[in-house]
């Protein structure tokens, strides 16, 4: 059973499939954590779901990036694929749009993983965190993981 002693914010798998560390993602972008330390999912499934209770912060017009602000303020960072903007949404059906409250679990879009694999792109989703991690520490998790119910991450206070 996990510890859950210090534990500041739980951020649940946002798609069903395997969490592999961050490194592993075949992007040096997120291998040399640029954007933010987090995990990665390689999907099974397309539903794209909330990874924690908070406001839809960002979504990009072409579907691949979407972000969500935690009622704590963290910023949890969803980016579907390698190379998906270059699909101009055509594999993304949205379901939200920025403002919008969420709860962990909450579909945010559905992705068409096929499609993405017919053009030749890896559905590899990274999910990082957006804001300071300053004075905390971040605990990531790996294997099969089910979109919004599987903790992924949890972020503790030092």
Same mark, same amino acid.
């Not at 040096?28 to 794209?48: C, H, N, Q, R, S």
């Not at 969500?68 to 960072?77: I, M, Q």
């Given at each position: #059973? ?5 534990? =500041? ?5 946002? #798609? ?19 954007? %933010? &330390? ?14 924690? &209770? ?7 017009e072409?579907? *691949? ?5 935690? &009622? ?6 969803? *980016? ?11 594999? =993304?059906q949205? *379901?939200?749009?920025?403002? &919008?409250? $969420?709860?962990?679990? /909450?579909?945010?879009?559905d992705? /068409? +993983?096929? =499609?993405?694999?017919?053009? @030749? ?13 300053? %004075?905390?520490? +971040?605990?990531?998790?790996? @294997? ?6 599987? $903790?992924? #991450? ?5």
């Open positions: #059973m996990r510890n859950q002693e210090n534990v =500041f914010e739980t951020i649940l798998a946002p #798609m069903t499939g395997t969490a592999v560390a961050i490194t592993e993602v075949p992007d040096p972008i997120f291998i040399e954590k640029i954007l %933010g &330390d987090g995990v990665a999912i390689v999907p099974t499934e397309g539903k794209v779901v909330s990874p924690v &209770d908070g406001t839809v912060s960002k979504v990009a072409t579907g *691949h990036i979407y972000a969500v602000t935690s &009622d704590n303020g963290v910023e949890v960072v969803i *980016h579907v694929g390698l190379e998906t903007v270059a699909l101009n949404g055509k594999c =993304f949205i *379901h939200v749009k920025e403002g &919008d409250k $969420v709860k962990a679990g /909450d579909l945010l879009a992705a /068409d +993983l096929e =499609f993405i694999k017919e053009t @030749g792109r890896n559905s590899i989703t990274p999910i990082v965190i957006g804001s300071s991690l300053e %004075g905390k520490e +971040l605990v990531c998790e790996e @294997g099969e993981v089910q979109a919004g119910k599987t $903790v992924i #991450m949890e972020i503790k206070q030092k």
